[in-house]
């Protein structure tokens, strides 16, 4: 783990915000792959991808605030120190589906092809964005026993508890994101998921089923329960995962061009 920044002569850098940038070049590059595969040209793939990486950003930041509202209240100026750990994916998510519409009208972009298209990317950026949570010590996992091979224990530093043998949600989540990236990347060149929406439900009932896996793995905050006891964080996954199903199984039109 490496919560404090790395110095390369006169530069920091954090994990945290390197993993992120890391996460967005990577899937930059898959998605133009992806996008030639469907017939979307490279400029509307560049110009598409930037304004989503723009709002998908600052949608994720605006996540985190509302559910961890405690830990900036009174600490105002740090809402905008993102590069310490604090983006909520779902956030990011709400707020691109809000936003896309105007911006696929402008780029004459089909939704649910463009979706299709940008979900073994979505799944790549979020596996290198959970390796910034490990190096920031955020989204830790509950304690586990000190004889777990798997066990990690933070430092002083982290944002983790120190000292304790806690399970590695975030390289767990990590890894099967990017085996979920490795599976849409096969699905969205096979005939079976030709039909709009089949590999963009593909990718909300998978991420979705495995969010709220590692949920009840997680120790961390996820904001306070609103049914039972689930927090937004896993209702909201719930949520996607059912939508995803939706998609899959009831979701037949013809196979649409971009």
């Given amino acids: 783990m490496f919560p404090e920044p790395l110095t390369l002569g006169p530069l920091h850098f954090s994990v945290y915000g390197l993993m992120a940038a890391t996460g967005v070049l990577a899937a930059l590059a898959l998605f133009s ?32 605030v509302i559910f961890h509202w405690p830990e900036f209240a009174d600490r105002m100026v740090t ?18 589906i809000v936003v896309s519409p105007a911006i696929l009208k402008r780029y004459q972009l089909a939704f649910w092809p ?43 530093n982290s944002q983790a508890p120190a000292g304790w043998p806690l399970w590695p949600t975030q390289l767990m989540d990590s890894l099967g994101l990017a085996a979920l990236s490795l599976i849409l990347c096969w699905a969205i060149r096979s005939e079976s998921f030709r039909r709009p929406g089949r590999v963009a439900g593909l990718y909300l009932l998978i991420a979705g089923l495995t969010r709220v896996g590692m949920d009840f793995m997680r120790g961390d905050y996820r904001g306070d329960p609103i049914i039972g006891n689930l927090p937004p964080t896993t209702l909201t996954a719930m949520a996607a995962a059912g939508l995803g199903l939706v998609l899959l199984r009831l979701r037949q039109p013809s196979p649409g061009a971009f």
């Fill in 33 to 64: 792959l992806t996008a030639r595969q469907r017939g979307l040209t490279p400029g509307q793939a560049r110009d598409f991808c930037f304004w989503m990486v723009l709002i998908g950003v600052l949608g994720a930041r605006i996540g985190y």
């Fill in 79 to 96: 809402v905008f120190a993102y590069w310490r750990g604090g983006l909520m994916f779902q956030g990011g998510v709400v707020l691109a």
């Fill in 114 to 156: 463009t979706m299709d298209v940008m979900a073994p990317s979505l799944a790549l950026g979020q596996s290198f964005g959970r390796l910034g949570c490990f190096g920031a010590g955020c989204c830790y996992g509950r304690p586990t026993g000190p004889d777990n091979p798997l066990a990690v224990i933070f430092p002083l």
